[in-house]
């Protein structure tokens, strides 16, 4: 089973919409949750972080976290075509642990 | 800002060849990784090191071997290059502690093919 999972997409949303990308993992001893994004042929930099369950607010972003439910999600306010790359969860525990990524597309 | 600085962006090598991917990081960090990023497999741990001299197998250190010699720069070796090798390498760093404590500063990556 893998530790994290990520719907690898292509998810398409008009600009202006809210994005809404999920992610679950298998460990319920996961502390720190972190989201990435990567742009075609760039490495991922990172977004956002969590730790505690509830919602974490960054500008257009929202980190969501569900310990009980183990998942973990990303909100993207007012998707720009900016926003349009693959979208990284990862988990850590001894080491991190990615998703295979999410697609996004903003469509003007 | 904190800089991972990758050798190389583009490589071509031929099946055999010892290769060398480099990796600075200007911060002073004490922990460093190393993944490969493949289409549908995501990022996977080859090696890692918490000091110089210090090396730790990741998920797949197959084919593959690190040298830390001083704490700014952190090598991966193909110690004889196969095909399946073809991939996006990117490296990446932490200061010491745990790695849920920070999130990574990524390399700008080498893109790697083997012929």
């Known amino acids: 089973q893998k530790e994290v999972e990520q719907n690898s997409g292509p998810l398409s949303v008009p600009e202006g919409a809210i994005a809404s990308l999920n992610c679950t993992y298998s460990?319920?001893?996961?502390?720190?949750f972190f989201w990435y994004r990567q742009y075609s042929g760039k490495s991922p930099e990172l977004i956002m972080f969590?730790?505690?369950?509830g919602d974490k607010e960054d500008g257009r972003f929202t980190a969501q976290l569900n310990k009980a439910s183990q998942y973990v999600s990303l909100l993207i306010r007012d998707s720009q075509p900016s926003d349009s790359a693959t979208y990284l969860c990862?988990?850590?525990?001894?080491?991190?642990?990615f998703g295979t990524g999410t697609s996004l597309t903003v469509i003007p | 800002d904190v800089k991972v600085t990758q050798s190389s962006r583009y490589l071509v090598k031929r099946t055999g060849e010892k290769v060398f991917l480099e990796c600075v990081q200007d911060?002073?960090?004490?922990?460093m990784f190393w993944y490969r990023q493949d289409p549908g497999l995501g990022l996977r741990l080859i090696y890692f090191?918490?000091?110089?001299?210090?090396?730790e197998k990741g998920d797949i250190p197959e084919g593959y071997s690190v040298s830390r010699e001083k704490k700014e720069r952190f090598s991966l070796i193909l110690e004889s290059a196969s095909t399946n090798q073809t991939s996006m390498y990117l490296c990446?760093?932490?200061?010491?502690?745990?790695?849920?404590?920070?999130?990574?500063?990524f390399g700008s990556g080498t893109r790697l093919t083997v012929v």
């Open positions: 460990d319920r001893g996961s502390q720190s």
């Open positions: 911060m002073d960090h004490e922990n």
């Open positions: 090191s918490y000091d110089v001299k210090m090396k």
């Open positions: 990446a760093s932490t200061p010491r502690g745990s790695p849920g404590d920070y999130g990574y500063t």
């Open positions: 969590i730790y505690s369950n």
């Open positions: 990862a988990v850590a525990l001894n080491q991190f642990y």
